[in-house]
């Protein structure tokens, strides 16, 4: 395991796939409540042609500190990338990974090739039964006094609000990924993709959200046919 220290967390990441220091390096960043080991099924097939960076936000999996927000957790992993000398990358995100790919994209020339999974770039981006059961769940992490996961679900409920401005100022190649099922409405999605120049939206019929967990075949012949060299 390595580690690295960032504004009052120890930060867990991990680099691994091909040995050749040429090989295709690609940034992966998990989504909420879950670890870097969220992408393991999807990468195994790539890790002979491609080297991975993978980090567990804080507050999460290995990863210590305290939930402080989606513009926090970016400024760590931007950290991990000059903590490791790399100025770019390419980068899949997933869900609130997505959403610190984006806010990273928008104030840094750091990704070649960017993948968003489930994204959103506000709240009001998610059904509105999911924003319900997100109230629902984080008045009983409340109750049972697990304030970590009360914190996610406000930041979560609360958090982000990335413009269409700043959407527009992400030069990697991006597509889009979401199931047909996703908890993020079609329309917001939509709205994200025309905001971002010459992005590709990838829809995965019959999925939901979790697709990285669900359907990681679908998701490695994806990343295949996007990340090539």
Not at 75 to 99: R, W
Not at 118 to 138: C, V
Request: one cysteine or more; charged letters at 30%.
């Amino acid at each position: 395991m390595a580690y690295f220290d960032c504004a009052g967390a120890r930060l867990h990441y991990e680099i691994f796939g091909c040995g050749d220091e040429n090989a295709r390096l690609i940034l992966l960043l998990h989504g909420c409540g879950e670890d870097m080991h969220v992408f393991d099924a999807a990468v195994s097939s790539m890790l002979n042609t491609h080297r991975f960076i993978a980090i567990d936000s804080r507050a999460h999996g290995e990863s210590t500190g305290e939930v402080q927000g989606y513009k926090r957790m970016a400024e760590d992993t931007a950290a991990l990338l000059e903590h490791l000398g790399v100025e770019k990358v390419d980068c899949i995100g997933f869900s609130d990974g997505a959403i610190i790919a984006m806010l990273m994209a928008s104030e840094r020339d750091c990704f070649d090739r960017l993948m968003l999974i489930g994204a959103n770039t506000h709240p009001s981006g998610l059904k509105f039964s999911e924003r319900i059961e997100m109230r629902r769940q984080r008045k009983a992490a409340l109750r049972t006094g697990d304030k970590r996961w009360a914190s996610l679900f406000d930041m979560m409920l609360t958090e982000p609000d990335i413009t269409a401005d700043s959407l527009g100022r992400i030069n990697a190649r991006v597509t889009a990924v979401v199931g047909s099922r996703d908890m993020i409405r079609k329309s917001h999605t939509l709205r994200l993709c025309r905001a971002i120049k010459d992005c590709e939206l990838e829809v995965l019929k019959g999925e939901g959200h979790m697709i990285p967990q669900e359907a990681p075949e679908k998701l490695a012949m994806l990343m295949q046919r996007k990340f090539v060299r």
